[in-house]
């Protein structure tokens, strides 16, 4: 298993994980919204490839005290496989070496193996905001 920092020549890849494995979503998740998020942030969409191909994806936004994450997705052939929390340990790693206070990741409500899996990742829930945090 490789995980690394996404490039030009995996946005295909990505964005077609996404279209299949993704979720719904309220914001657009194409080929030209993940060419923008690499221009402005090259280190933030993290991928993991295994023998196969891509099975993974997590943004990690850094908005220059906390770090955000967002579509974290993992090819349901490979769930269950720790690959969703290496890309989270991975974005912890670049949080603290940004300098980040903590992470936050928004989950719907009605996720319930979502909210699992972030509450195994030591997030909690901010009743007050409805974000699942993390201090770092």
Known sequence: M??????????????????????????PCGHDEAAVLLRRDPDALLVAYDD???VGTLIVGWDGWRCHLYRLVVERRCL??????RLVDDAKRRARALGAGKLEALIALENTPAIEFWVRQDL?????TGRWTIRL
């Open 2 to 27: 490789e995980i690394r920092t996404a490039t030009a020549d995996d946005l295909d890849a990505v964005v077609d994980l996404w279209s299949r494995e993704g979720g719904p979503t309220s914001m």
């Open 80 to 85: 269950r496989q720790g690959i969703a929390t």
């Open 124 to 128: 909690v829930r901010d009743d007050g």
């Open 52 to 54: 196969r191909g891509l």
